[in-house]
């Protein structure tokens, strides 16, 4: 008896012809996930077993696994010869003490004596008899035992089911360029566009020495988290404080958000078309504070000459954006309170909708061409 893991995957079965390319992409995306423990993944009729790992790390793999963007669902299982006398035994061990339970099994291996109906009744009889506890209730059982007949000889014995992360393997959806901030929008953001497929590098930005080192880490601790889900990233970081100070001295303080984002955006785009990433990504939610007017993105928007700018919060609140921090594991760390480079400087009243006219005109006082140049020349990456 052999302790395994079953992975079925979700929304590639749709892909007809590409199935085989969102196949391969997964398995080495679970290939990366599970690196630095003993494993090997073989592909079965439609899903893919783990096998051969350490049974203490079983845990340690279902949950690395759960982050795989493209499975539907997990299951530990035992896996024995097929052989009435294995699955009894295999089954009994998977059942709980108490409760009420029905057998289902899927005979895929036609040759097996007994047909799945038999199979049920022959072991929901040898356990009930066993297991002085449990009563059988096919309606609306406490659990299941699942016991799945292969063609190759063996047997599945299960009785859970883990929700996978769903979604579409990372790396069939081509690249983004994520602007990340300390805050918690940013890596939601991220996350969500990464679960359709898409592999994500990262943009940050900083006022060093207006913002610490330890925003800076903070901001490497979430790329971190959001790597989990993209079997890596890398971090771009870019030096801001000199773009800020100009607009500070030579531009009304009112438009400094709205200036500011217009050189971040110019510099993702760059920066996003040398790496090859295909749009730009942010963590703007319309209305959630004043600078996420249309106004400002279409402000923000502007400047960005190629790229497709995608908003995947635009329509969330901040509460569902914060469910959806905590799921991914990223709260507890954009919570943290160390400054960001948009409160450097920041004015008490920003201007809520820019009309692009007086953007222009505040902008026209700046040399924008070498800040870009200059800030460009600060970059930094960070393999996570
Ligand atoms: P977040 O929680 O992601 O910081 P927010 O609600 O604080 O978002 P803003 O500060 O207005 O919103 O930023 C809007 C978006 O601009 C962010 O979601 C992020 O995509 C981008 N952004 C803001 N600050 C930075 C930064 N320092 N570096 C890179 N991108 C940034
Ligand atoms: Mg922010």
Known sequence: ?????????????????????????????????????????????????????????????????????????????????????????????????????????HRADKNFALNSMQINAEIGGRLLSCLKNLTVDVHNPDFIVNIDVRENGTTLIFNEFFKGAGGMPVGTSGKGMLLISGGIDSPVAGHMIAKRGMQIDCIHYHSYPYTNMQARDKVIELAKVLSKYTCGTKLNIISVTHIQEEIHKKCNGEYMVTLLRRFMMRIAERIAKKIGAQCLITGESLGQVASQTVEGMASSNSVVKELPVLRPLCGFDKDEIIERSRDMGAYEISIQPFEDCCTVFLPKHPVIKPSLVNVLEEESKLDVESLLNEALSTHEVICL
């Not at 892909?15 to 996930?33: A, D, P, Q, T």
């Not at 079965?44 to 795989?68: A, C, D, P």
């Not at 896996?79 to 998977?94: G, N, P, W």
């Open 1 to 105: 008896m052999e302790k395994v893991i079953i992975v079925r995957y979700s929304e590639i079965h749709l892909k007809g012809k590409n199935r085989g390319y969102f196949e391969r992409v997964l398995i080495l995306n679970m290939e990366k996930s599970l690196k630095g423990l003993k494993h090997e993944i073989k592909r079965q009729s439609g899903r893919y077993i783990v096998e051969g790992f350490e049974e203490q790390e079983t845990e340690n793999i279902i949950s690395r696994l759960k982050r795989v963007f493209g499975i539907h669902s997990l299951s530990i299982a035992l896996r024995v010869e097929t052989d009435l006398e294995e699955i009894f035994k295999a089954a009994k061990s998977v059942c709980s003490e108490y409760g009420k339970f029905k057998v289902s099994a």
